[in-house]
């Protein structure tokens, strides 16, 4: 059986290859070429491999390179630091025997953090590392919507991103780079236990019915950290712009607090605040209304 830290390792590799061009690397393309990245044989040469040695890390059969080997692919691949950190991820998993059983029990969110969460006035939410909804604030609840109209199992942020129903979020500014940021979170997430069933389910299910993901799940993109703005298309106020950041909290691997922003005193801040007020009243008239009114 193919270890799954060295199959996630082969796409990883084999997307990273696809990504560069001849001319990137000092390559003259020359006559017809059947793929638009660069040949194995070509990166081979570049990283000081053979082409037998590189195509079998692509495949992911039996190969543990050494720290040396990763190295000088990740120079030949022109990686980032955090593409970097992700391929010896994947390649040190690899080396090890696969483990009889991993703990995939539920994520719990700490006292401490739900109190946290319910004394800031901004919009706050706590994501599972397969980026599952595990709590929020009512800021959260007024600019994203009431979790509860969902099924718990459905309360996760790439779901409800490519949720058919709500399609129409797609015509945000910028919805494709939120989505490759969180795509990407789910990414790392794979990287430490690519067999979790949690994991399994989401990026099956979406790779089957959207064909959006499987484009953006395809380039194999990873995301640690990440941080970003957002435009939120709320009816009552207008649009709001909000700066994004997340915050990861104690585990390991541990839930992330993911906190919306406004520039104090802007126009954004204003809505906002208007937007809090109006949930509120609404909160405040429902928990009056009984059921014979």
Not at 173 to 201: C, F, K, S
Not at 221 to 235: A, H, I, L, N, Q
């Amino acid at each position: 059986m193919t270890h799954p830290y060295a199959r996630e390792l082969g796409d990883f590799l084999r997307a990273r290859r696809g990504r560069l061009r001849p001319r990137d690397v000092g390559l003259e393309p020359g006559g017809r070429r059947r793929v638009t990245g660069l040949r194995r044989e070509e990166l081979a040469l570049l990283a000081g491999l053979s082409t037998d040695y590189y195509q079998r890390m692509e495949q992911g059969r039996e190969v543990r390179p050494s720290d040396g080997v990763l190295d000088a692919l990740a120079d030949a691949l022109g990686l980032d630091d955090e593409e970097r950190r992700h391929l010896f991820t994947l390649a040190h998993a690899a080396r090890r025997p696969v483990p009889a059983r991993l703990d995939h029990g539920p994520e719990l969110v700490p006292d401490s953090t739900r109190r946290l969460l319910r004394v800031m006035d901004t919009p706050a939410v706590v994501l599972g590392r397969h980026l599952d909804l595990l709590d929020w604030n009512p800021m959260a609840q007024a600019l994203l919507g009431d979790p509860d109209a969902y099924p718990p199992d459905r309360l996760n942020m790439l779901l409800l991103m490519f949720d058919d129903t709500l399609t129409g979020e797609r015509s945000c500014p910028g919805w494709e780079n939120q989505a490759l940021d969180y795509i990407g979170m789910m990414r790392a997430a794979v990287a430490t236990d690519p067999t979790h069933p949690r994991a399994t389910a989401i990026v099956g299910e979406l790779s089957i019915r959207s064909a959006e993901f499987r484009r953006l799940w395809a380039r194999h993109d990873v995301r640690e950290s990440v941080s970003g703005t957002k435009t939120f298309r709320v009816p009552e106020v207008g649009d709001i712009i909000l700066d994004w950041d997340t915050y990861p909290l104690p585990g390991s691997p541990g839930p992330i607090m993911l906190v919306f922003t406004a520039e104090p005193g802007s126009a954004d801040a204003d809505r906002l605040r208007i937007l809090a007020s109006l949930h509120a009243t609404r909160s405040a008239l429902a928990s009056r209304h009984t059921p014979w009114e």
